[in-house]
């Protein structure tokens, strides 16, 4: 249900995970309070579950800018945490990429680019192209607007 929000979580640096459809309700609580991680629902079913408490978020909230909104309050989360430090695909903490590896990236970018990115698990490069300065600006935006209501 909140998969594009888990998208935005991973290029704010969470370690985010989304799970497959197939799971029981009471296998994602086990799954979420084995792996330590808080579980992001808009399944008012999810907070019945003993041991729900600390662990379950219920997201009231259809549009992204209102699940954005409600965890920022809920838990005041930090949405500039660590920009873009975490593959996008599979979660996985980037790394440096070896220059080696430039040569993949699209000769009208890799004149521009300093920075690039690998994930060793996809085998996938980032690296700051005008889509990341967009997605900064919404980032921005976001810890911005928390910061406003949190100051009033």
Not at 17 to 34: P, V, W, Y
Not at 50 to 55: D, M, N, P, Q
Not at 95 to 108: F, G, T, V
Request: glycine share 4%; charged share 25%; net charge positive.
């Amino acid at each position: 249900m909140l998969k594009g929000f888990a998208s935005w979580l991973r290029a704010a640096g969470y370690d985010t995970s989304t799970c497959d459809s197939g799971l029981s309700d009471r296998e994602l609580l086990q799954l979420a309070i084995k792996e330590q991680r808080l579980l992001l629902t808009r399944d008012k079913k999810l907070l019945e579950f003993r041991h729900a408490a600390g662990t379950v978020i219920y997201l009231q909230c259809n549009l992204l800018s209102d699940c954005v909104d409600a965890l920022s309050t809920q838990i005041g989360l930090d949405w500039l945490y660590k920009p873009f430090s975490r593959c996008m695909l599979c979660n996985t903490e980037l790394i440096p990429a070896a220059e080696c590896l430039y040569e993949r990236i699209p000769a009208n970018s890799r004149k521009h680019v300093t920075n690039v990115l690998y994930c060793p698990c996809c085998d996938k490069l980032y690296w700051q192209g005008s889509h990341v300065h967009r997605m900064t600006g919404t980032l921005t935006e976001w810890a911005h607007r928390r910061k406003k209501d949190t100051a009033v």
